[in-house]
């Protein structure tokens, strides 16, 4: 096996780019987690004007895809709150900046999802999650 990053993750578009409305849900593709160790999101985030929370990240899990159920804060890498854009995430005259945030899933379940909730968004911005699959049971991975 080779003992690099390259040959060792996968990678899955769970959301966008896609922008970020008020007090809306983006639906992310749910993961299928066989053949790998773990998981781990990147939250990319574009410029936005806020007035309270932006983006929140909201981690799902289930044995088949249909049961999807919020995961236990105990099953989690950092915390949904770290991986969201907050108000109080750096920001240069009111507009949150571009920013990435990541979040792992450490549970037994197959199957994992990330939904992102906006609230609070005066200003179109974006949101982009990619889920990084790493630790597979067969390796090098190929380079699609």
Do not use: W
């Not at 053949?35 to 806020?50: K, L, P, Q």
């Not at 974006?126 to 699609?144: E, G, I, R």
Request: proline residues 3%.
């Amino acid at each position: 096996m080779n003992n690099d990053l390259h040959n060792s993750i996968d990678q899955i578009r769970v959301i966008g780019p896609v922008a970020i409305g008020a007090n809306a849900t983006k639906t992310g593709v749910i993961v299928d987690r066989r053949g790998f160790g773990g998981v781990e999101f990147v939250c990319a985030y574009g410029a936005v004007t806020t007035t309270g929370t932006v983006c929140t990240v909201v981690v799902k899990e289930g044995d088949v895809t249909g049961t999807m159920t919020s995961v236990a804060d105990a099953d989690l890498l950092g915390t949904e709150a770290l991986a969201s854009l907050l108000a109080t995430t750096p920001r240069t005259s009111g507009v949150s900046q571009n920013v990435a945030k990541r979040i792992g899933y450490k549970g037994t379940k197959r199957y994992v999802q990330v939904n992102a909730v906006s609230t609070g968004v005066t200003s179109v911005g974006c949101v982009s999650v990619t889920a990084l699959l790493f630790n597979p049971a067969v390796a090098p991975l190929a380079n699609p």
